[in-house]
C-alpha cells in the first residue's frame, strides 16, 4: 500500500545549489502534506507543511510546492547548506472530523547528501 | 522549545515478555501518536489517542498493543507479549489539533527482541 511514494532514494547536491526532492500521492483524501527531516538516531523533525488549498509554502531556505491536479509535491531547498543532509521524508493526512487525529502517511525517504 | 521525550531509548528483551515504552507528549499538546519503523522500512502509523480514547488504530495494532495515559503526562505503549518481528524503532508523538497540525516526534526506543 503505497499511498505516498519517493521514488528517489537518494540525491547528492553540491553546497550552495538547489535540493529538490519529490512525492507522489495517491489518494485523493490527502489534504495536508508535510515534510520531515531525519537523523540517524533520532526522531523526524518537522520542516515544513502545505494544506490543499494552496500551491506553494515558503518558511525560509524551504518551499513546498503542491500540484494537486498531478498528485506531486516538491521540497526545494535553496541554497543547500551541508547541515541539510539527512533523510527526508514526505506526508500526508486526510482530515477525518473534528475531536479524531489524522494520521501520517510516510513516503519511504530520500537521502540528500550536500556535499562541499 | 518544547519536545517528545521518550524512554528508555532502547530496551531489549526476550520473546514472550512483556514491554512498556514511555512517552512525554508536548505538555499543550492533546493528541498522541505512536509509529514504528522496521530497519530499513518506512515509518507506520500504529495508532492515535485523543481524549483518553483511541482514536484509530492500523492493523498492526492489533490485541498485544495497548495504549494508555495513567496521568496527565505520560503516554504508554505497551506490548504484552513481543515477538521477534516487533523490533524497530517506536516514535512517539504529539501535535496541538488532530487537523492540519504536525506531528512533533520524539527520538524514539529501539526495541530489540531476542
Known amino acids: 500500500d503505497q499511498q505516498v511514494k519517493q521514488n528517489s532514494p537518494s540525491l547528492s547536491v553540491q553546497e550552495g545549489r538547489i535540493s529538490i526532492l519529490n512525492c507522489d500521492y495517491t489518494n485523493s483524501m490527502f489534504d495536508y502534506f508535510l515534510w520531515y527531516k531525519k537523523y540517524p538516531a533520532e526522531g523526524p523533525t518537522f520542516l515544513i507543511s502545505i494544506s490543499s488549498i494552496k500551491d506553494k509554502n515558503e518558511d525560509g531556505r524551504f518551499t513546498v510546492f503542491l500540484n494537486k491536479s498531478a498528485k506531486h509535491l516538491s521540497l526545494h531547498i535553496v541554497p543547500s547548506q551541508p547541515g541539510d543532509s539527512a533523510v527526508y521524508f514526505c506526508a500526508a493526512s486526510a482530515e477525518r472530523g473534528a475531536g479524531t487525529a489524522s494520521k501520517l502517511t510516510f513516503g519511504t525517504g530520500t537521502r540528500l547528501q550536500v556535499t562541499l | 522549545e518544547p519536545e517528545v521525550t521518550q524512554t528508555p531509548s532502547h530496551q531489549v528483551t526476550q520473546m514472550g515478555q512483556e514491554v512498556i515504552l514511555r512517552c512525554v507528549p508536548i505538555?499543550?499538546?492533546?493528541?498522541f501518536y505512536w509509529y514504528r519503523q522496521i530497519l530499513g522500512q518506512k515509518v507506520e502509523f500504529l495508532v492515535s489517542f485523543y481524549n483518553n480514547e483511541i482514536s484509530e488504530k492500523s492493523e498492526i495494532f492489533d490485541d498485544q498493543f495497548s495504549v494508555e495515559r495513567p496521568d496527565g503526562s505520560n503516554f504508554t505503549l505497551k506490548i504484552r507479549s513481543t515477538k521477534l518481528e516487533d523490533s524497530a524503532m517506536y516514535f512517539c508523538?504529539?501535535?496541538?489539533?488532530?487537523?492540519?497540525?504536525?506531528?512533533?516526534f520524539g527520538n524514539g526506543t529501539r526495541l530489540t527482541v531476542t
Open positions: 508523538a504529539s501535535s496541538v489539533t488532530g487537523v492540519h497540525s504536525p506531528l512533533h
Open positions: 505538555s499543550n499538546h492533546l493528541y
